[in-house]
């Protein structure tokens, strides 16, 4: 049975504070986390399974559309909730890069947990 302390979320934010706050939440929530402070930094990475991306969409170099973009023309399908200061209307870019939600920043905890309880249903 999988359960939280099983499950690893991945944070891609290139905000220190904003990306530390998160991973505080997220840990104390029950949930293994690993971070990223860019794209390029989590595509770099070798050894991570992660079941869930929380990512900022404006981030310097690759944006967090971009790298689901990539990730999906790679085979990727790894459920996604996308958060940013400076909503977009790209809609359609983000279903089908695979998005489940876009919160706008800055974002409650009782919403992100949500979120990622839609995402990661305890079994």
């Known amino acids: 049975m999988d359960t939280a302390d099983t499950r690893t979320i991945c944070i891609v934010e290139d905000d220190e504070a904003v990306r530390a706050s998160t991973r505080l939440l997220l ?10 402070a860019s794209a390029e ?4 990475a070798r050894d991570v399974d992660a079941n869930l991306l929380v ?22 399908h790894i459920p996604a909730i996308v958060a940013t200061a400076n909503y977009a209307r790209l809609e ?9 939600a876009v919160l ?5 905890s009782k ?3 949500a979120w990622i309880a839609k995402a ?3 079994g």
């Open 27 to 36: 840990e104390t929530a029950g949930y293994r986390v690993v971070d990223f």
């Open 111 to 113: 919403l992100l947990l």
């Open 55 to 76: 990512l900022d969409l404006n981030m310097r170099g690759l944006t967090g559309l971009e790298l689901l973009e990539l990730l999906r023309a790679r085979g990727c």
């Open 104 to 108: 706008t920043k800055p974002t409650s």
């Open 120 to 122: 990661l249903p305890r």
């Open 92 to 100: 359609a870019r983000y279903h089908k890069a695979g998005v489940l």
């Open 41 to 44: 930094a989590f595509l770099a």
